[in-house]
């Protein structure tokens, strides 16, 4: 199976269920209210899946994409995408495991966009976004995109974040979250 990103350029996917693909309608609505953000920025994509918005991000050109990914098809189909996409001045990586140990393995690291999709029942929200927090893999100027079912959605607090904006778009939702203000 294929789908088509930013330049009508084709990448692939992996049959069946495994992962889900993140809609045309969903990637074009991040991506133009990033609009002007991405040109250079440093962007982690979580539950990466096919890889579909780490190569949008590639094709628009961050200069640094690192995916995490616990299916080792998948992170083969991601290689394969991201490989095709990024020019030879991009950097990227894909890291296949647990999503929280890989994100105590980026402690030091800081990200100026952050696309979280995992599988909606996973139950792995929460822990992940305390996870970016904890690690503070958010930079100061950055924001974080979570995909969601947006039935029966309880937004999460995390101290010192706050949310931005929340988008809906059929059975997707977004929430945007950014660094808040911190009280002196």
């Not at 579909?52 to 994409?65: D, I, P, Q």
């Not at 976004?129 to 947006?150: F, R, S, T």
């Amino acid at each position: 199976m294929s789908l088509r990103i930013y330049g009508n350029r084709q990448i692939k996917t992996l049959p069946g269920q495994e992962t889900r693909p993140t809609s045309a309608r969903v990637r074009e609505a991040v991506f133009n209210i990033w609009q002007g953000e991405i040109a250079g920025c440093r962007w982690l994509d979580l539950c990466t899946g096919s890889g579909s918005m780490g190569a949008e991000a590639l094709c628009r050109e961050a200069s640094l994409v690192i995916g995490i990914e616990k299916s080792s098809r998948a992170c083969a189909v991601i290689q394969q995408n991201w490989q095709k996409v990024a020019q030879q001045n991009q950097k990227w990586q894909v890291l296949r495991g647990d999503v929280i140990q890989q994100l105590k393995n980026l402690s030091g690291q800081q990200f100026d966009r952050i696309y979280f999709d995992p599988p909606y029942a996973s139950g792995l929200y929460q822990p992940v976004l305390e996870a970016i927090a904890q690690y503070q893999l958010l930079d100061a100027q950055g924001e974080i995109a979570v995909e969601h079912n947006p039935h029966g959605w309880t937004d999460i607090i995390i101290p010192h974040w706050e949310i931005c904006r929340q988008k809906v778009y059929g059975n997707t939702a977004i929430t945007f979250y950014r660094i808040g203000e911190l009280e002196e």
